[in-house]
């Protein structure tokens, strides 16, 4: 049966909250009006007020109520609508949720997971569009996760609920339209790790989240060139997945990092770096990445386009990294 990636996630709210009774989700406007993106859209008449619970738009009481549930033995999934807003609740998640384990010698875990869009091309300027997933996976004592399958949409939530430390779930706004065949068979602990969407032999391509699909494009405008590219699709940020980024770089000895943050102080720059330090002698040509456009993300169509990855541009750099050697 097809779905869609909004029908993913739903469906795996649904399968939490049928499982656990320790287990609700609130945000703002989570219940009645569906979800800002409709993920959550029925969930409030299957329910009920107890287990959907809309919020007042203060991102920081309700982020910290979570937080608080947590601790006091519940599995509260937080939805804060985009990564853009949860700037506003950043101590309670930086300076709370991923410290009191430590603080308190291991007496306190916090399993509360945190929902949030990311990513542009929906021409919600830029208040509505940035990618900083890197700034939370800079964070100890939080993990980072990043779908960008339908697969991985509909199993890392059971995942993220099992971790006793607090869990930030970003899903990227352009992938919620998209439809396919959903396998169900998938390991759900493999999520834990970084995955090869397709295999290559000449070039690694490492991406996550919303670029991923561009990514593969990317490949296969390649692969009708003779470029054989292999693309890795992170799905987490932190904890990195090294092993499975090095195995690829050692084999096809080029890389290119694709990321939709900002250039400086990028994921992309990360990713980089640790290959750098741990493959330096196997690269047979410079490190490249694709990033966004250092500029708030513009609300013009074209101007948006212009300051994104795209399959063209990460096809264009790959192009670049095969023609150079050190």
């Not at 741990?278 to 013009?300: G, H, K, M, N, W």
């Amino acid at each position: 049966m097809k779905t869609t990636y909004r029908e993913a996630m739903r469906n795996a709210l649904r399968d939490a909250l049928q499982s656990d009774e320790r287990v609700f989700l609130m945000g703002e406007d989570v219940g009645r009006y569906g979800g800002c993106y409709a993920v959550s859209k029925g969930l409030l008449q299957e329910f009920g007020e107890a287990r959907i619970r809309d919020t007042p738009l203060s991102e920081s009481a309700f982020v910290g109520a979570g937080i608080g549930a947590a601790l006091g033995g519940m599995r509260p999934i937080v939805e804060v609508m985009t990564v853009n807003f949860s700037l506003l609740c950043l101590d309670q998640i930086v300076n709370t949720a991923a410290t009191l384990r430590h603080m308190s010698g291991g007496q306190f875990n916090v399993p509360v997971v945190l929902r949030m869009t990311t990513g542009a091309g929906r021409q919600l300027a830029a208040q509505h569009s940035h990618s900083l997933e890197c700034w939370y996976a800079h964070v100890p004592g939080l993990r980072v996760i990043a779908p960008a399958t339908l697969e991985d949409m509909r199993g890392m939530l059971a995942l993220a609920l099992e971790d006793p430390d607090p869990v930030i779930l970003f899903e990227h706004n352009a992938l919620y339209n998209m439809e396919g065949e959903l396998d169900e068979s998938l390991p759900v602990t493999e999520l834990r790790r970084a995955a090869v969407r397709r295999g290559g032999e000449d070039i690694s391509l490492i991406t996550y989240g919303g670029n991923l699909p561009k990514t593969l494009q990317a490949a296969e405008q390649l692969a009708q060139e003779g470029i054989s590219a292999e693309v890795v699709d992170l799905r987490s940020l932190r904890p990195l997945d090294e092993k499975t980024i090095l195995a690829s770089v050692r084999k096809t000895r080029r890389a290119v990092m694709v990321d939709e943050g900002w250039r400086s102080g990028s994921l992309a720059a990360e990713i980089g770096m640790r290959i750098a330090e741990q493959a330096f002698y196997d690269l047979d040509a410079p490190l490249s990445r694709v990033c966004t456009a250092e500029v708030p993300i513009p609300y013009a169509r074209h101007l948006e386009q212009a300051a994104l990855p795209q399959a063209e541009t990460i096809a264009a750099t790959a192009r670049e990294a095969m023609a150079r050697n050190v």
